[in-house]
């Protein structure tokens, strides 16, 4: 039987009583399940088969149902999944209505948080605890944070650490060192970790640790070995741990994250350690799985895959379509072969910004900060202050990080930093932490600020020159889908002018980005039922075209559609202009997203139940022409 242990894990509180040989056998079962799921759909996936044995050492040693647990970003939660009883439902995992791929409290009560962005962990577990120990003070309950290598080097966490060790709670960070973010891990804490790597691992105990230890029953390997190991452990000590000594934290490590019997000894004796503690803990990204062993960046979210006859991995479908990630790759890539002033900043997103090829042809002009988004914006002010013309690519809801910089260190001093927000609008499986539907909101309220959407492809090179050929702090947003052409003869980007596709007598959409084609689709069905309806590709956000927006309010309704929140965004930008200009406004319908997180799913059954599509477009246009729609719509909305 497959799945005999993991079909009768109700809880984890049955882990502890499974001997050495069914909790191995236990994480076979969880890496089994694991390769079942990315089969058939992208799943993260090197970074899940790497926590497996560390997963099962945590919920054995721990009472997570009173103990706090927090898996800093959440995409390494899968085998945390299945063994708090999920492992019925997991074959849903990342499909709409089934499991979400990041923690979820609505699925368990052993999820406390629903994350996605990397570096709160430590944040969060401080705080429970810190609550638990007021609230609860008659109970010793545990607070563990679960952190990678890629997200420890984000200023938050080195803020939290402080303020632990200032409050010296007894907390405990694991830090799981694979060596590897999405991409090979950079900067000056990845080379000091590497130091660890060059001792053996941690056998020994220091100071009033190592006696604990002694009291504990040690299963296999004996106390005197590992105090035989004493000289090598002191060095590993000194190398790998100063850091977090100095900031106030017991130092334990590094041990080996997939040996569970040897991890659950040395978490059994951190549980006991006064004040706060960091576990160093080695794990190798797709352990267990070779082809993810030896590409971790590939398989760290696997697009579908399966093995041929030679035991080969083989993509499932040959999908050669373009992303929008790929055209403006491209403009970014064409930009700086121009002009050597222009530089591309990453906060650890090289692979999925495809930056590849231009971290190999520029690599001075390439810069990948690591899970820093708030200090990438901030550095690039500082190099354009110094007269660069960097490009920022982050995805636009991890750019949320960098509000305050991107006020203060960018539009404040009016540094013209361009952003190129990837990501921007529904993400699919990823789900609310990862859908990017603020940046049309959070970019607009800053002074100086130029916010454009393309409204197709051939837009995004254009606005890019364009970016780069003003004085000001600009954006430009898109999507993760594939790119669409509009068919035309392409005017030029001007400064708060939109493109006029076809001026209609009845209405008018003003499409705010690539759901322009939806629009275009729209109002040709329309024409069939009756309704003369144009089309204009708003281009910009801000500032927005007044002369366009007078003239539509002026002719007919007003349809707005963007993939933005309601809130703030292209909608609104354009109420406030009608509003300014003394213009009325009961004939503008804002078509966005509601004010709600909306959940994770297929990006295009989404936008069409949230009404953004050439369905919801018809539907609003009829109720504002006080028609009906005939059979053509009805076709449209199935
Ligand atoms: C704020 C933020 N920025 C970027 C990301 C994208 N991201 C997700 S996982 C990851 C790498 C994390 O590395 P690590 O913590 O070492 O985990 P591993 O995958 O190695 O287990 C990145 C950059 C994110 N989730 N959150
Ligand atoms: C966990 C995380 O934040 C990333 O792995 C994210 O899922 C990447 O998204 P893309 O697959 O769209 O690059
Ligand atoms: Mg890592």
Not at 187 to 198: C, E, I, M, Q, T
Not at 307 to 331: F, G, H, L, Q
Not at 543 to 566: H, L, S, Y
Not at 578 to 597: H, Q, S, W, Y
């Amino acid at each position: 039987m497959p799945f005999e242990i993991l079909s009768e894990l109700k809880s984890p509180k049955q882990l502890r009583d499974l001997d050495d040989q069914q909790q191995n056998q236990l994480a076979s079962e969880i890496r089994e399940a694991l390769l079942t799921i990315v089969s058939d759909r992208a799943a993260h996936f090197a970074s899940n088969l790497g926590v497996v044995e560390l997963c099962i050492a945590l919920h054995s040693v721990f009472d997570f149902s009173k103990d706090r647990l927090i898996w800093d970003t959440g995409h390494q939660v899968y085998p945390h999944k299945l063994v708090t009883g999920r492992f019925p439902e997991f074959q849903s995992i990342r499909t709409r209505g089934g499991l979400m791929g990041y923690p979820n409290p609505v699925e368990s009560d052993y999820d406390l948080f629903v994350t996605g962005h990397a570096g709160s962990s430590v944040s969060t577990v401080l705080g429970l605890k810190t609550a638990d120990d007021l609230l609860f003070s008659d109970e010793d309950r545990k607070s563990v944070a679960v952190i990678g290598d890629g997200a420890l080097p984000s200023g938050i966490v080195f803020e939290a650490m402080n303020n632990a060790a200032g409050l010296n709670k007894d907390l405990l960070v694991v830090l799981n060192d694979n060596k590897m973010g999405i991409c090979p891990r950079v900067g000056g804490v990845a080379s000091y970790l590497d130091k660890a790597r060059v001792a053996p691992f941690y056998n020994g105990l220091k100071r009033d640790v190592s006696w604990l230890l002694n009291k504990l029953p040690v299963v296999g390997e004996p106390v005197e070995h590992m105090l035989g190991q004493f000289k090598e452990a002191l060095k590993t000590f000194f190398h790998g741990g100063m850091l977090f000594e100095e900031m106030g934290f017991r130092y334990i490590g590094p041990v080996d994250g997939h040996d569970i019997q040897s991890l659950q000894r040395y978490l059994e004796m951190v549980k006991e350690v006064k004040g706060p503690v960091l576990l160093h803990v080695f794990t190798e990204k797709g352990y267990g799985f070779e082809p993810a062993q030896k590409d971790p960046v590939k398989f760290h979210t696997p697009a579908p895959f399966c093995r041929d006859e030679n035991n080969e991995i083989v993509p499932v479908s040959a999908d050669k379509s373009v992303a929008y990630t790929n055209i403006a790759a491209d403009a970014i890539h064409q930009a700086m072969q121009a002009d050597e002033k222009v530089c591309v900043l990453t906060a650890a997103m090289c692979a999925g910004n495809k930056l590849n090829k231009i971290r190999d042809e520029f690599p001075d002009r390439f810069f990948d900060t690591g899970i820093c988004e708030g200090h990438a914006v901030a550095f690039a002010g500082g190099m354009a202050k110094s007269g660069m013309r960097p490009i920022v690519d982050i995805y636009s809801t991890f750019l949320q990080r960098s509000f305050d910089q991107i006020f203060q260190e960018v539009a404040l001093q009016n540094l013209p930093v361009v952003f190129c927000m990837d990501r921007a609008g529904l993400c699919g499986p990823d789900g609310p932490t990862h859908h990017g539907v603020f940046d049309n909101s959070y970019m607009r309220i800053f002074p100086n600020m130029v916010v454009m959407a393309p409204g197709d492809e051939l837009d995004v090179p254009l606005m890019l020159d364009f970016a780069l050929s003003i004085d000001s702090p600009s954006s430009i947003r898109y999507p993760k889908t594939n790119a669409e052409t509009v068919e035309r003869s392409v005017a030029p980007i001007e400064m708060g002018k939109s493109e006029v596709m076809s001026w209609g007598e009845d209405g008018n959409i003003l499409a705010c980005g690539v759901l322009l084609p939806r629009a275009i689709e729209a109002a040709e069905k329309l024409r069939g039922e009756g309704l003369d309806v144009g089309v204009v590709n708003a281009r910009f956000v801000k500032p927005v075209d007044e002369d366009v927006i007078r003239r539509a309010i002026e002719t007919g309704f007003v349809i707005t559609i963007e993939e933005n929140a309601i809130c703030g965004g292209f909608g609104s930008a354009v109420l406030e202009a009608a509003n300014r200009m003394g213009e009325p406004t009961d004939r503008i319908k804002v078509l966005a997203i509601p004010d709600e997180f909306v959940e994770h799913g297929p990006r295009g059954e989404l936008l069409a139940d949230l009404g953004l599509d050439a369905a919801g477009l018809c539907k609003a246009a009829h109720e504002l022409a006080g028609s009906s729609s005939d059979a053509s719509t009805q076709e449209l909305v199935k």
